[in-house]
């Protein structure tokens, strides 16, 4: 039923979690995962106050560090029997979640309720509550 999945991830606690839903998800048929981090491009716009900041270099390194996150759960979906790669994106995130499940014809994502950048007091994510309201395929959302 779920053959391949888009698990999209910002290295967060509740992101991190969910990698345990994808694994136990292999039990129902689950074959694929499509690991996708999208650095959001809005954080590095260029403000004349930091216009001494070298986002380039800002923009590799954090490129660097996903690489190297999206490697490591890559090889604990392996560890299970799963076949995973990955992706990493620079753009706004809810946009490249709904583009890349649609690219890559995913039947399932799995997405974590809060990331990195959202208050604890906040209900939903901002991201994970626009990838539900658009996606046009179902979405498991996991709790903190």
Known sequence: MFDRI???????????????????????????????????????????????????????????????????????????????????KKGIPFLDILKTAQEEDVSLIVIGSHGKSNLEEMLLGSVSEKVIRKAVRPVLVVKR
């Not at 694994?23 to 216009?51: C, M, W």
């Open 6 to 88: 888009l698990y999209p991830t910002d290295f967060s606690d509740v992101s991190m979690k969910a990698v345990n839903y994808v694994k136990q998800l292999k039990k129902a048929g689950t074959k694929e995962v499509v690991v996708l981090h999208v650095i959001d491009e809005r954080t590095l716009v260029v403000p004349d106050v930091f216009s001494g900041v070298d986002f380039m270099a800002l923009e590799n390194e954090l490129r660097r560090i996903a690489d190297e996150q999206c490697n490591k759960i890559v090889e604990q979906f392996q560890e299970v029997g799963l076949s995973a790669k990955f992706m990493v």
